[in-house]
């Protein structure tokens, strides 16, 4: 869903999986992975709203990324080809919490995800 790819597009081939597409190239490529719709949305919200202190738009744009990278990351960990790499979904939940709680400004916490 945050790729805007299919695991059947024609870029997937000679190895090359959605799964590895996203996991070789985290964190240092990130908009070359997420879907560049994501970002143009992001960048007309962000017009509409001018009033918006740089600072504000800055931290929020950082907290936006850090976000993007950790569903990401967790995403990959959660579609690894062997059944007990992926983590439980007792892990993935609280952790989704956290990144929820990140970009909406709740608790102050830290991501972490595992790779």
């Given at each position: 869903?945050?790729?805007?790819?299919?695991?059947?597009?024609?870029?997937?081939?000679?190895?090359?999986s959605l799964h590895n597409f996203a996991k070789v190239d985290l964190p240092a490529?990130?908009?070359?992975?997420?879907?560049?719709?994501?970002f143009q949305q992001r960048e007309k919200d962000a017009s509409t709203s001018i009033n918006n202190a740089h600072n504000q738009s800055s931290d929020s744009n950082h907290k936006i990324l850090e976000c993007l990278i950790s569903i990401l990351k967790l995403g990959v960990t959660c579609s690894e080809e062997l059944p007990s790499d992926r983590l439980a979904i007792n892990v993935v939940v609280p952790q989704l919490q956290v990144i929820k709680n990140t970009l909406l400004g709740g608790r102050r916490t830290s991501i972490a995800v595992s790779s």
């Amino acid at each position: 869903m945050f790729t805007g790819k299919r695991p059947t597009d024609n870029i997937f081939s000679d190895g090359l999986s959605l799964h590895n597409f996203a996991k070789v190239d985290l964190p240092a490529q990130i908009p070359s992975i997420v879907d560049p719709i994501l970002f143009q949305q992001r960048e007309k919200d962000a017009s509409t709203s001018i009033n918006n202190a740089h600072n504000q738009s800055s931290d929020s744009n950082h907290k936006i990324l850090e976000c993007l990278i950790s569903i990401l990351k967790l995403g990959v960990t959660c579609s690894e080809e062997l059944p007990s790499d992926r983590l439980a979904i007792n892990v993935v939940v609280p952790q989704l919490q956290v990144i929820k709680n990140t970009l909406l400004g709740g608790r102050r916490t830290s991501i972490a995800v595992s790779s």
